[in-house]
């Protein structure tokens, strides 16, 4: 009866570090989903701009400048 005392005892002793050892892990995951979710939150908010973003935007105002100056001149009749 003791040897199935002692047995039992070192046996809940397992479970429960077991489950402190799944409730740390669960807090990690935790943690690091919502540093994820952070990262993800200010990605989409505030997106960040390489420097070919910046190139592109740009080169697409030139391009829409030099559009503006490419328009023919209507030519002038009442000149002498």
């Known amino acids: ?14 479970i429960i570090k077991n489950i402190n050892t799944i409730s740390l ?12 979710l952070c990262d ?16 592109a935007e740009k080169c697409n105002a030139l391009s829409e400048e030099s559009k503006m100056s490419d328009v023919p001149l209507a030519p002038n009749r009442f000149s002498t």
């Open 1 to 14: 009866m003791f040897n199935s005392v002692a047995e039992h005892k070192q046996n809940v002793e397992a």
């Open 40 to 55: 993800l939150t200010l990605h989409f908010t505030r997106p960040v701009q390489t420097e070919d973003s910046t190139e």
């Open 25 to 36: 892990e669960l807090k990690k995951m935790k943690e690091h989903s919502q540093l994820l």
